[in-house]
């Protein structure tokens, strides 16, 4: 799993020092840096399943999902590569919380997102290339985070500010990359938490 972060040596010197992550923080996290590094589960997650989403049963099936992986995987893969790579792109969303349930039909949620996941994939986001823009892209769609649910959230944020008129977007950041967003607004969670860590020892 460390490959996953080692070709973002700055995410990994932040999260190596984030001590106080939510498990439902480091889960989202962990998403998204498979997304990075894995264009199958980007498109699973980031594409189809948002496009399931949206439909009138927000659901999907086993043999959906190996029909899908057939299509979009390599066209050497075997049936039984083609299983495989199926059932773990199911506990991969699953575990990052896109999936509810284990057996058919799996229903397709979006994950509550807190602002610290948001704003850490925006910073991680600044300084990479991506398809799409900080708006619509696969990252955010897999959690639910688009159109106006998305503008809403951005404008909440402290790290950001957001600005939409018509169809044009403006995002100014405060902070100029992810290490020095995560030196201001990580230390004081951490400080809060070895305090009440003292205060009940």
Known sequence: MRVRFDAFPA???V???????????RRLICHFHVQLTDPLYRAFTGEFL?????????EVHRQTVIAWT??????RW???TQLHFATRLLSCAGAAGLLRGTR???????PRVPDAALAYI??????????????KN???????????HLADRLRALDSVEFRQVGDVHELDWHYPDLETWAAAELAPLSSSAELADQVHA
């Open 104 to 110: 058919d039909p799996r229903e397709v949620v979006a």
């Open 11 to 13: 995410a990994l010197r």
């Open 50 to 58: 948002p496009s399931r989403r949206e439909a009138l049963r927000p």
């Open 138 to 148: 696969p990252y955010l769609a897999s959690l639910g985070l688009i159109g106006g």
């Open 78 to 80: 075997a049936l039984k």
């Open 15 to 25: 999260l190596t020092t984030w001590r106080t992550m939510p498990p439902e923080t």
């Open 70 to 75: 057939a299509e979009h995987g390599p066209s």
């Open 122 to 135: 925006l910073y991680a986001l600044r300084a990479l290339r991506f398809d799409g823009s900080f708006v």
